[in-house]
T-cell receptor
Framework: DAKTTQPNSMESNEEEPVHLPCNHS???????IHWYRQLPSQGPEYVIH???SNVNNRMASLAIAEDRKSSTLILHRATLRDAAVYYC?????????????FGGGTRLMVKP | NAGVTQTPKFRVLKTGQSMTLLCAQD?????MYWYRQDPGMGLRLIHY???????AKGEVPDGYNVSRLKKQNFLLGLESAAPSQTSVYFC??????????????FGPGTRLTVL
């Protein structure tokens, strides 16, 4: 399975943008890039996903490198509520595509 | 619309005791999953189900059994609990057909301690 690499932790100031990187150099052509986050003492929640093009939704933006070997989750204005562990996950097709393989993720700390 | 709910929220067991964790979803999802999360780590898949009456093994199935008698419920059983099963257990569900676009919805978790 293609693996992802993320920094263990990052720190941000409230109301500033945050760029969370993810490396996935062995990504296959059919793998989608998903991001989930886990707030303290809660289950993970879906944030965003993409294949090749950059994506925006109400929670965040996803910037995907042209060679697809890396991606960046962008929180445009971090709030205290965004403090969480962010997971970058690759998902393929078929039954395997419904499985989520979590790595260690990036713990985002937001300072007031 | 409650989403995914889990019962109980907390439980303490002694080694060798048995228990069942209940997961329920009201979104009419075909797929359901059980994960465990150990301190400081990501989630690992224990078992999953692709529909009523079906179950399959995930990454770490040993010591656990599951049943999916009703579409909305997915039960995780520990027949003889061990301290190594101390963890937080999360249930999730998603739509079918399977594929990389289907978002998984997670429950709030069950914190289990085995003494």
């Amino acid at each position: 399975d293609a693996k992802t690499t993320q920094p263990n932790s990052m720190e941000s100031n409230e109301e500033e943008p945050v760029h969370l990187p993810c490396n996935h150099s062995t990504i296959s052509g059919t793998d989608y890039i998903h991001w989930y986050r886990q707030l303290p003492s809660q289950g993970p929640e879906y944030v965003i996903h993409g294949l090749t093009s950059n994506v925006n939704n109400r929670m965040a933006s996803l910037a995907i490198a042209e060679d697809r070997k890396s991606s960046t989750l962008i929180l445009h204005r971090a709030t205290l509520r965004d403090a969480a562990v962010y997971y970058c996950i690759l998902r393929g097709g078929g039954d395997a595509g419904n499985m989520l393989t979590f790595g260690g993720g990036t713990r985002l700390m937001v300072k007031p | 619309n409650a989403g995914v709910t889990q019962t109980p929220k907390f439980r303490v067991l002694k080694t060798g005791q048995s228990m069942t964790l209940l997961c329920a979803q009201d979104m009419n999802h075909e797929y359901m999953y059980w994960y465990r999360q150990d301190p400081g780590m990501g989630l690992r898949l224990i078992h999953y189900s692709v529909g009523e009456g079906t179950t399959a093994k995930g990454e770490v199935p040993d010591g656990y059994n599951v049943s999916r008698l009703k579409k909305q419920n997915f039960l995780l059983g520990l027949e003889s609990a061990a301290p190594s099963q101390t963890s937080v257990y999360f249930c999730a569900s998603s739509l079918s057909p399977p594929g990389p676009l289907n978002e998984q919805f997670f429950g709030p978790g069950t914190r289990l301690t085995v003494l």
